[in-house]
């Protein structure tokens, strides 16, 4: 420490005790009006109760009132703050609508005490989506580890019989462009929610500051790359995901699970399970996830951003995203090692007949009876001869 500031310390040091003993003029004509010491809120003694507060108006005086009888004391002031009230701000109202407003209103929200919005959002938050939300994850992600340890992959991997074409190229691409999209969307959202708990201990404050800060604006920009590529996944699928014939028995039979020859009942180009995740993790919740993800991002024309409609936008994306990472982990587990030969579908846009014919029995009827034609995409490759498999 240097000799100046040791100095500077010490003068200080003695000018505030000095005038902590030394009254201030107007003290002992304050205390005489009872109990004001001075403008400063600080001084004014607690022993001596100010005497405008018996007034039967005291609760309901303006801040100016106050400020009269009880100079210094701002409580009307910060009372109306606290509940929201609007203030002047030079900001212009278009690009700030909120800036007048210090403090946001009271609101309860299911989880939530009711207090200020911010505080609000921050107990739905960190008491209810952080704990539950992560150990709903942690759950699917568990189940499927032990499904995948006890049960091992699903199918025989049955092989030969000619090539059939799953996926168009353009399918592909578009089914390729949503995953990726998604899986970045999904780990930089971890490490936003969770990565205190996992990544700030091993990191520490600067690296994870860092990290954090460039997958946050990854997601920002993956996430409108996601919302066009689901629209095209969407799009491009859902002719093939409607009810049809046999989703029912699909679906009461758990696609053949649990059966002990492990023979999957028929199905059309998708089954049940698929149609499900399809309806409820691609549409539904794609679009809740989408849609408040674009509000955050302030995308969406013509919308006001004030902070109470990004906590809400928040609150319903983080929920939405969390039950499709469970959703999706699902699909991931079964596109890749849940599943025999799944993944080369959607890797390379061909199957073998023997696979169609295991898993997607009526689809595979269609394509042996002509219905559906073995190679879509254009100009075909000739396509291998489908034999019965
Ligand atoms: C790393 C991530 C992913 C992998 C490995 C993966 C893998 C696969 C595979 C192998 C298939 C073919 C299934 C079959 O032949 O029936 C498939 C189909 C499909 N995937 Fe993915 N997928 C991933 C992520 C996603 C995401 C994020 C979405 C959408 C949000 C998605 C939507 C679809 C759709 C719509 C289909 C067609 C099946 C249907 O419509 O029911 N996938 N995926």
Redesign the pocket.
């Known amino acids: 420490m240097s000799k100046r500031y040791l100095l500077m310390t010490f003068l200080l040091a003695l000018g505030l005790s000095a005038a902590a003993q030394t009254p201030a003029p107007q003290d002992s004509a304050a205390a005489a009006k009872g109990g004001i010491q001075s403008q400063n809120i600080l001084e004014v003694k607690p022993e001596v109760k100010p005497d405008a507060s018996s007034d039967p108006n005291y609760a309901k005086q303006t801040n100016a009132e106050r400020g009269r009888v009880q100079p210094g004391n701002n409580a009307p002031m910060w009372r109306g703050i606290a509940a929201g009230a609007e203030g002047y701000s030079s900001l212009p109202k278009s690009q700030a609508p909120e800036a007048g407003v210090l403090i946001q209103a009271q609101v309860q929200y299911p989880g939530s005490r009711m207090t200020t919005a911010g505080e609000a959002w921050r107990q739905v938050r960190n008491n209810w989506i952080i704990p539950y939300g992560g150990a709903l994850f942690l759950i699917a992600l568990g189940a499927l580890a032990i499904f995948y340890f006890t049960r091992g992959p699903l199918g025989h991997g049955a092989h030969g019989g000619g090539k059939i074409e799953?996926f168009t190229p353009f399918e592909r691409s578009a089914?390729w462009t949503?995953?990726i999209t998604?899986?970045i969307l999904a780990v930089s959202g971890i490490v936003m929610a969770f990565g205190k708990f996992f990544l700030l201990p091993a990191l520490g404050l600067t690296l994870f500051g860092a990290l954090t800060y460039v997958l946050k604006s990854l997601h920002n920009f993956a996430g409108p790359v996601f919302a066009v590529s689901?629209v095209i996944?969407f799009l491009t699928?859902v002719r093939?995901?409607f009810p049809q014939r046999g989703d029912l028995g699909w679906l009461l039979k758990a696609g053949g699970v649990f059966s002990k020859t492990g023979y999957e009942p028929p199905s059309h180009r998708?089954n049940a399970g698929?149609?499900v995740?399809?309806w409820f993790?691609?549409f539904l919740l794609?679009a809740i996830s989408v849609s408040s993800g674009l509000v955050m991002d302030q995308l969406v024309p013509s919308l006001t951003y004030p902070r109470q409609t990004m906590q809400i936008a928040h609150m319903i994306h983080s929920v939405s995203a969390l039950l499709m990472m469970c959703v999706?982990a699902l699909?991931?587990y079964l596109?890749?090692i849940g599943m025999r030969g799944?993944?080369q579908?959607?890797r390379t846009g061909h199957v073998d007949a023997a696979w169609a014919k295991e898993h997607h029995e009526y689809w595979y009827d269609d394509v042996v009876a002509g219905k559906i034609p073995a190679q879509r995409s254009s100009p075909a490759a000739p396509a291998e001869q489908v034999k019965t498999a």
């Open positions: 799953r089914h949503n995953a998604f899986v689901l996944v699928f093939d995901n998708f698929e149609k995740v399809f993790g691609v794609g999706f699909h991931i596109g890749t799944a993944y579908g959607m």
